[in-house]
Structures are given as C-alpha cells and as structure tokens.
C-alpha cells in the first residue's frame, strides 16, 4: 500500500490507496510516452525552425540586436525543454527495459 497525502487542512492526515496494477502503469507510462512525443516534441522541433528561418539572412534578413536576442532565447530555450523531454522520454524507456527484463 501506498501511503498518500490527503488534500486535508491537516498536514498530517493520510490515507492508503492499493498500488497500481502493471497494467494500469504500462498503460499509463505508453500514453505518457504518445503525449510528450505528440505533444510537446513535435511543436518544439517546429519551433526550433522557426527560429533558424527568423534568423537565416535567406527568411528573417537582417534582425535588430532585440530581435537577435529575442530569436537567441527561443531557440536557447526550446533546445533546453527539448533535451529535458529527451531526458524523460529516456527514462522511461530505460524503465520499461527494466521492467521487462524484471518480469522475465
């Protein structure tokens, strides 16, 4: 059993809850997997492009020093959120492999 914390005004307050089945974690860690793919990495390699085009000389010309770093902190920043949905993706992964390996 799993011991977790009430929504309670009393900090202390707990009650037990039954662990999930593996079925009920494998299916929840495959729509975790579909979602961060379909949901997150998907839009951010998009917008990964969108910054290379805005600050291509061939798309976006020639941008102001504001705009260089406006077009700098997107892509600085949708790398970062992109390499940490990587990092999960991979853990996730890493479990399953574990998991698998566990239950033979």
Do not use: K
């Not at 593996?22 to 379909?38: A, D, G, I, K, M």
């Not at 997107?74 to 698998?100: C, H, I, M």
């Amino acid at each position: 059993m799993l011991e977790v914390m009430c929504s309670s005004a009393d900090p202390q307050a707990h009650r037990d809850v039954a662990a999930p089945s593996p079925e009920t974690f494998q299916s929840w860690r495959t729509r975790c997997v579909n979602y961060l793919t379909h949901e997150l990495q998907t839009p951010l390699m998009c917008i990964l492009l969108a910054a290379a085009d805005l600050s291509s000389e061939d798309f976006g010309g020639s941008l102001t020093p504001e705009e260089r770093q406006l077009v700098d902190s997107l892509t600085r920043d949708s790398v970062r959120l992109s390499r940490t949905v990587s990092d999960v993706l991979a853990y996730l992964e890493a479990a399953e492999v574990r998991d698998r390996a566990v239950d033979e």
